[in-house]
């Protein structure tokens, strides 16, 4: 097993794997792994062979960032956030400019930060037993890794509001209906499915579908960047109030009532990490 929480796998046919390979704290981001996401994705955007497949090890993709990595930190709280966005977002901002077509395979649960870094996706796969859920709110938090930019564009505003909100849970079918992922499939073909679209896509006309992707994602990087820069920076200064201090404590103390304090997330509780 790797003691790497982010690979870089290189396959057949031209197609670059960057995996999420912390299945025991269900992908979360802590600093380090942030910054090894952000690292990884580096090198992914400077060798992207002909696609690029984001995917997870283990039963979920990514519970978004580590809550008690954030907690117990007083003053320090908002600082610890504000790198843990920042080198998150910069693995966003390198997929999202990736020359070469990007398909992302979502299983289990994708929350918090984990649902911005799966719609960078070119083409976004869940698995029907996958919950999309923000879940920001619910801890004080607002969203970071581009949700707030990605949803509005990919769902509409009406709905982006509604997830943003009311941290509504979404089933790999309901991801398909809302235009978060271009098609559920059953879970057992997930993977099957994912690496053939990259495949097929990484042995395709190589600059038509570089060209295309450029045509489809316009001049909207600088904007997508100024965004990450607003989101940090909204999420650090929330995560330095009492209120929101307060919100995750208690959120972690439901948490260990329930599973221990063993700092494990099961698809289930994963649902609620934001």
């Not at 979502?106 to 869940?126: E, F, S």
């Not at 295309?212 to 929330?238: F, M, S």
Request: charged fraction near 25%; charge should be negative.
């Amino acid at each position: 097993m790797s003691t790497q929480p982010v690979r870089v796998v290189h396959h057949p046919e031209g197609v670059v794997e960057l995996r999420l390979d912390d299945p025991g704290r269900g992908n979360a981001l802590d600093l380090p792994t942030a910054e090894a996401l952000r690292d990884r994705a580096a090198e992914v955007a400077a060798d992207p062979g002909g696609a690029v497949l984001l995917r997870s090890s283990g039963p979920v993709f990514c519970v978004g960032g580590d809550l008690r990595s954030f907690a117990g930190r007083g003053a320090r709280t908002g600082a610890y956030v504000h790198a843990v966005a920042t080198a998150a977002h910069a693995a966003v901002m390198a997929l999202y400019e990736v020359p070469v077509p990007v398909v992302t395979a979502v299983r289990g649960a994708v929350a918090g930060g984990g649902i911005g870094l799966a719609l960078a996706g070119d083409i976004v796969l869940a698995a029907r037993s996958a919950r999309f859920r923000l879940a920001y709110t619910a801890v004080g938090l607002t969203p970071d890794c581009g949700a707030s930019w990605l949803l509005p564009r990919l769902a509409g505003p009406r709905a982006a509001a509604e997830l943003v909100l009311t941290n509504r849970v979404l089933t790999g079918d309901d991801a398909e209906r809302y235009g978060l992922a271009t098609r559920a499939v059953d879970d057992d073909d997930l993977d099957r499915a994912a690496y053939r679209a990259a495949a097929g896509l990484a042995t395709g006309a190589g600059e038509a579908l570089r060209a295309a992707k450029g045509l489809l994602r316009g001049d909207t990087a600088d904007d997508l960047r100024r965004h990450l820069v607003g989101e940090a920076r909204l999420i650090a200064d929330l995560a330095d109030d009492p209120e929101a201090q307060a919100r995750m404590a208690a959120f972690l103390a439901a948490r260990d009532g329930r599973h221990g304090r063993d700092g494990r997330s099961t698809p289930r509780e994963s649902e609620s990490v934001s």
